[in-house]
């Protein structure tokens, strides 16, 4: 099967969870097609089953704004002809979902067409695809597709209330791959903390929804009570308040590191105790999944499909959204208590082996033939 994936080419999680099922799938024989306007950060693309085509933007001095849709719907009617793929994925429905249905326009005037999977990933539902700007296209464009999946239970759910949704969502989660995790030797655990300290960890793309300045107020509290350190990972527009806090709390810069974006990922979640994740909005949550594979529990809000990955005294604490001095509160008892946290980074990790890439995969191979079959 040929397959061409349209995503993201950043670290955000639509974009780490295309790369990482297009390169599953190119692993087991796929010939995968990554369209892009970048290279995406996780792609290895020394596998010789892996194409990148990098969507060609022209400028031109009367566009005020650069027609990147139609790049890319071009772009996406090339590749399926030059290359003869069997079906597209498009990863987030703005503009992929409606690019990928533009592009299936000018198929069929060859009779070409391809089926198209629309994956609906978060905000392209509950934020940016809800602006009066977008929605009209977002809701046609995913009617549009000849298969939709969503991340999450929580994420279908909104869908089905924010859209006038005519086909059948099939729900399969993100997926983790626990082979990356095995390997602990490098985790340098000192770099970051004393012996006699605890490890806070939050990573994400520093968005409001993020809710970044209740990471470092539940950490400013936890820290009264508890020896610990916070890593922050990721960058993004509520740095500034990162610095603000800073300034106003000039006794903690020196427990609080900021890495920025960074390739070992993971490593750092290995030798972290606790990821704190209070978002506002989180449609499954795949930095949580991650930090458990990494054998790391979460705190949480109970956000979106949060809970269907969280799970609430068992592989960490979720709390209502906003509610700071409960997860604090829950941090506290967590880091106080050496066999409650011992417990807990197990079966942090035993959720995420439910999530495993080897059990999601088979679902979407079994999805594309199945759409193939019936298109
Ligand atoms: O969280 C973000 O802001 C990035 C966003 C994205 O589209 O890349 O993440 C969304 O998709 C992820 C992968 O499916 C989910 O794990 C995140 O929960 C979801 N984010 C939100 O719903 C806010």
Do not use: W
């Not at 299936?104 to 940016?128: A, F, R, S, Y």
Request: aromatic residues 10%.
């Amino acid at each position: 099967m040929k397959i061409g994936i349209l995503c993201y080419p950043t670290y955000g999680g639509s974009g780490i969870v295309a790369t990482e099922l297009g390169m599953s799938l190119a692993n087991k024989g796929y010939e995968v097609h990554f369209i892009s306007s970048a290279l995406p950060a996780r792609l290895d693309i020394t596998n010789p089953n892996i194409f990148f085509h990098r969507v060609n933007v022209q400028t031109y001095p009367l566009f005020q704004y650069q027609p990147y849709d139609i790049a890319l719907s071009s772009m996406i009617y090339r590749v399926v002809n030059l290359y003869k793929l069997d079906l597209l994925h498009a990863h987030y429905a703005i503009p992929y979902a409606y690019a990928a249905f533009t592009a299936k326009q000018m198929l069929k005037e060859d009779n070409n067409d391809i089926p198209l999977v629309t994956t609906l990933h978060g905000t392209d539902i509950t934020l940016v695809g809800q602006h009066p700007s977008y929605k009209h296209a977002v809701e046609f464009s995913i009617n549009q597709s000849d298969a939709i999946t969503s991340v999450s239970e929580s994420l279908k759910k909104d869908t089905l209330q924010f859209f006038n949704i005519k086909k059948e969502i099939q729900v399969i989660t993100n997926f983790i791959d626990n082979s990356e995790f095995d390997d602990c030797s490098e985790c340098q655990r000192t770099q970051f903390a004393n012996p006699d300290e605890k490890i806070l960890i939050h990573v994400s793309n520093l968005r409001p929804v993020k809710r970044v300045d209740e990471v470092l107020q539940i950490f400013k509290n936890v820290e009264k009570k508890v020896k610990s350190k916070l890593i922050i990972i990721g960058e993004g527009p509520d740095m500034e308040k990162v610095n603000q806090f800073l300034e106003e709390n000039p006794d903690l810069i020196s427990k609080i590191r900021l890495l920025g974006k960074v390739n070992d990922l993971y490593k750092i979640l290995q030798l972290s105790d606790v990821f704190l994740l209070p978002s506002e909005q989180e449609s499954f949550g795949l930095a949580a999944l991650e930090a458990m594979a990494a054998y790391t529990p979460v705190i949480s809000s109970n956000a979106g499909g949060i809970p269907e990955v969280n799970i609430q005294g068992e592989t960490g604490y979720l709390a209502e959204i906003g509610n700071v001095e409960a997860m604090s509160n829950y941090t506290i008892k967590l880091l106080s208590n050496e066999d409650l946290l011992t417990q807990m980074k197990q079966n942090a990790k035993d959720q995420a082996i439910k999530f495993d890439l080897q059990n999601i995969l088979p679902i979407y191979e079994k999805m594309y033939r199945t759409t193939i079959e019936n298109f």
